[in-house]
């Protein structure tokens, strides 16, 4: 059975950083694109980045560029996001997916690279930012 469990999520003032973890099992982790994605209250799931199986491409929604950094560690079956700079805006419930690498073609087209309906996710973690 395959799992994603979300860490480091909290409470932190405007201006702050986090650090999530997503650790899985049950899958072979470096055949797996991996995203972060959030959501709200009242609002729909967004995509905020995801990184390819290798590490070697990466996306961000334009709403975090420059402020988190995606990062994976193949041996410890681990995707990490930075955050800094947290706004109020950021506060959302923060998920992990995975699904299988897809063509390096993807990472070259504008937007979001990777399937809406990802094959696995996470429970999520909570992100408060308060201003």
């Known amino acids: 059975e395959v799992y994603l469990v979300e860490s480091g999520g909290g409470s932190v003032q405007a201006g702050g950083s986090l650090r999530l973890s997503c650790v899985t099992s049950?899958?072979?982790?470096?055949?797996?694109?991996i995203g972060w994605w959030r959501q709200a209250p009242g609002k729909e799931r967004e995509g905020v980045s995801c990184?390819?199986?290798?590490?070697?491409?990466?996306y961000y929604a334009d709403s975090v560029k420059g402020r988190f950094t995606i990062s994976r560690d193949n041996a410890k079956n681990t995707v990490y996001l930075q955050m800094n700079s947290l706004k109020a805006e950021d506060t959302a419930v923060y998920y992990c997916?995975?699904?299988?690498?897809?063509?390096?073609?993807?990472?070259?087209?504008?937007?979001?690279?990777?399937?809406?309906?990802?094959?696995?996710w996470g429970k999520g973690a909570l992100v408060t930012v308060s201003s």
């Open positions: 997916a995975a699904d299988m690498a897809s063509p390096s073609s993807y990472w070259r087209q504008r937007g979001w690279p990777l399937r809406y309906g990802m094959d696995y």
């Open positions: 049950g899958l072979r982790f470096d055949n797996y694109d």
């Open positions: 990184i390819s199986s290798s590490g070697g491409n990466t």
